[in-house]
C-alpha cells in the first residue's frame, strides 16, 4: 500500500519551498503523483524518502513541538526552540520542523498540536523532541506517547523532571484546568459586556 503526502509536506522532508515544488512539478523535475479533487498535489512519500536518501525504517528525522500558554510567554517559546534545536544538533538529528502553540495543554484542539499528529503516520519521524512532557500535554500523554509507539517514534523529553509524584502532578493539572476554565468564563463575560454596551 502506498503512502501519499501533501506538498507541504514535502517541503519540509526535502527542505525545499513549496512554490520551487509547484515549479519543479510543472517543469517535470520532481512530478506530483496526483491532484486531489480540489487541485492539491500529493506525492508518493517511498519516492521523496528515495530523493532524501533516506527509507522509512532508517530515517533520521525528527520533529519538535514547543507550547506556551500566553502571548507574554513568547521568550519561554523561542528558548524552547532553540532547546530542542540545540539538542537535535548535538545528535546529529535531522530536525525537520518545530511545531509551535500558544494555548492550553488542556486545549486538545491547539491547530499545530493536531498538525504534529497527523505528520507522525505521514513523515514516520525518528522521533519527536519537547523540553518537558507537560508541554505537550497535561493530560493523556500515556495515550499519546502510545500512539507514537505504533508509528516507531520515540517521544524524546530533554528536560525530563525528576521526583515527580502522582499527587504533584494532579495538583499541576488541578490548577491549570482551574486557570484554564476561569480564563474562559472571563472571555465569555467580557464579551456579553461588550456586547450589551
Same mark, same amino acid.
Given at each position: 500500500?502506498? @503512502?501519499?503526502? /501533501?506538498?507541504?509536506? +514535502?517541503?519540509? *522532508? *526535502?527542505?525545499?519551498?513549496?512554490? /520551487?515544488?509547484?515549479?519543479? #512539478?510543472? #517543469?517535470? *523535475?520532481?512530478?506530483? /503523483?496526483?491532484?486531489?479533487?480540489?487541485?492539491?498535489?500529493?506525492?508518493?512519500?517511498?519516492? +521523496?524518502?528515495?530523493?532524501?536518501?533516506? =527509507? +522509512?525504517?532508517?530515517?533520521?528525522? =525528527?520533529?519538535?513541538?514547543?507550547? +506556551?500558554?500566553?502571548?507574554?510567554? &513568547?521568550? #519561554?517559546?523561542?528558548?524552547?526552540?532553540? /532547546?530542542?534545536?540545540?539538542?537535535?544538533?548535538?545528535?546529529? $538529528?535531522?530536525?525537520? @520542523?518545530?511545531?509551535?502553540?500558544?494555548?492550553?495543554?488542556?486545549?486538545?484542539?491547539?491547530?499545530?498540536?493536531?498538525?504534529?499528529?497527523?505528520?507522525?503516520?505521514?513523515?514516520?519521524? &525518528?522521533? !519527536?523532541?519537547?523540553? $518537558?512532557?507537560?508541554?505537550?500535554?497535561?493530560?493523556?500523554?500515556? =495515550?499519546?506517547?502510545?500512539?507514537?509507539?505504533?508509528?516507531?517514534?520515540?517521544?524524546?523529553?530533554?528536560?525530563?523532571?525528576?521526583?515527580? #509524584?502522582?499527587?504533584?502532578?494532579? =495538583?499541576?493539572?488541578?490548577?491549570?484546568?482551574?486557570?484554564? *476554565?476561569?480564563?474562559?468564563?472571563?472571555?465569555?463575560?467580557?464579551?456579553?459586556?461588550? !456586547?450589551?454596551?
Amino acid at each position: 500500500m502506498h @503512502h501519499y503526502i /501533501s506538498i507541504g509536506k +514535502v517541503s519540509i *522532508l *526535502l527542505g525545499i519551498s513549496i512554490s /520551487s515544488l509547484r515549479r519543479w #512539478d510543472d #517543469d517535470g *523535475l520532481l512530478p506530483s /503523483s496526483f491532484r486531489t479533487i480540489g487541485g492539491h498535489r500529493r506525492y508518493k512519500l517511498s519516492t +521523496v524518502l528515495e530523493i532524501t536518501g533516506e =527509507v +522509512v525504517a532508517e530515517n533520521n528525522i =525528527v520533529l519538535g513541538y514547543a507550547r +506556551v500558554s500566553g502571548h507574554k510567554q &513568547k521568550k #519561554d517559546l523561542l528558548n524552547q526552540k532553540k /532547546s530542542i534545536e540545540n539538542y537535535a544538533k548535538s545528535k546529529a $538529528y535531522n530536525l525537520t @520542523h518545530i511545531y509551535t502553540d500558544i494555548a492550553s495543554g488542556l486545549n486538545d484542539k491547539r491547530k499545530n498540536f493536531l498538525r504534529l499528529l497527523f505528520a507522525i503516520p505521514q513523515l514516520r519521524p &525518528k522521533a !519527536v523532541i519537547i523540553t $518537558y512532557d507537560d508541554r505537550l500535554a497535561r493530560f493523556g500523554l500515556e =495515550v499519546i506517547k502510545l500512539f507514537f509507539k505504533i508509528f516507531s517514534c520515540e517521544l524524546i523529553n530533554i528536560h525530563q523532571r525528576k521526583n515527580r #509524584d502522582l499527587q504533584t502532578e494532579l =495538583v499541576e493539572g488541578v490548577i491549570a484546568l482551574i486557570t484554564s *476554565l476561569a480564563g474562559k468564563f472571563h472571555r465569555q463575560r467580557r464579551g456579553k459586556i461588550f !456586547v450589551q454596551a
